[in-house]
């Protein structure tokens, strides 16, 4: 049987893609903040181990992108330059810029693989588990990105919106790209 455009196998090549595109962004985004905020204030031992969530999903999609013959994104070396540089510009905003950034980013990584489950269904099961599993870890940064003082950052609704929106194009890019 030979390769369509349009098929499940081309829906699945992207939905790997665009995963392993977002988790290494992420990953990113959060050496950025590191870079600016060291590694003794209490926020950033928070973004520590949330980075490292990040490296391990990074890590599995590495891996199923290499297993499955996924084409990566061309795109990867802007999002390692943007991830970074948007990491950094949080973090020298200050710690509830920081937490707002992932906020905002998991809010929009939330709905991206709520997207994906609901049209998975039963199929692919490896990569329903992990968009699963990596949801809910994903949901755990948003809400205590929440509790450390997110939304109380002033301008929090624009930054917020500015960064949701950089990521629905950056996800709409990186499943073609």
Known sequence: MS??????RETRDAMVRVDQ???YGATRIYAGQLAVMGDRTPSA?????????EERHRAFFDAMIARRGVRPTALQPFWDVAGFALGAVTAAMGPRAAMACTAAVETEIDRHYLSQLDLLGEDDPELRRAVAEF???ELEHRDTAIAAGAETMPGYPLLSGMIRAGCR??????KRI
Not at 169 to 174: D, G, H, K
């Open 21 to 23: 595109a977002g988790e």
């Open 3 to 8: 390769w369509k455009p349009g098929d499940a």
């Open 169 to 174: 194009a950056a996800i709409a890019l990186s």
């Open 45 to 53: 031992r928070t973004i520590a181990g949330m980075a490292s969530q």
């Open 135 to 137: 949801r809910d870890e």
